[in-house]
């Protein structure tokens, strides 16, 4: 079974910068795809980015273009959301998630694995 841990949260005030990290374990094929979702208060579960480890290839929410930047160690297993600019919105619980394959990056339930969560709060 897919293991991720994360590491990274914590609080800074409105235009700094946190990373986030999540490393993968347990894994079965070489190809995969990281997304990095996040959930506030009352909010449902919003997807933030994702990476594909074999080609590179990511995505954006349009709320995080510009101030957001996900990228992958494959030495490593682990997955790196670099997280500039940070505005009191941007506050929320972030988790990684694990798939094999997906149709829509931003959709919780085309992955399988999920972190434990991490606090992002930014402060105004």
């Known amino acids: 079974e897919v293991k991720l841990v994360e590491s990274g949260g914590g609080s800074v005030q409105a235009g700094g910068s946190l990373r986030l990290s999540c490393t993968a374990s347990?894994?079965?094929?070489?190809?995969?795809?990281i997304g990095w979702f996040r959930q506030a208060p009352g909010k449902e579960r919003e997807g933030v980015s994702s990476i594909s480890n074999y080609d590179g290839r990511t995505n954006y929410a349009d709320s995080v273009k510009g101030r957001f930047t996900i990228s992958v160690d494959n030495a490593k297993n682990t997955v790196y959301l670099q997280m500039d600019r940070l505005k009191p919105e941007d506050t929320a619980v972030y988790y990684c998630?694990?798939?094999?394959?997906?149709?829509?990056?931003?959709?919780?339930?085309?992955?399988?694995?999920w972190g434990q969560g991490t606090q992002v709060t930014v402060s105004s």
């Open positions: 998630a694990f798939t094999y394959h997906y149709y829509n990056f931003n959709d919780p339930n085309d992955y399988d694995f």
């Open positions: 347990g894994f079965t094929f070489s190809e995969w795809h």
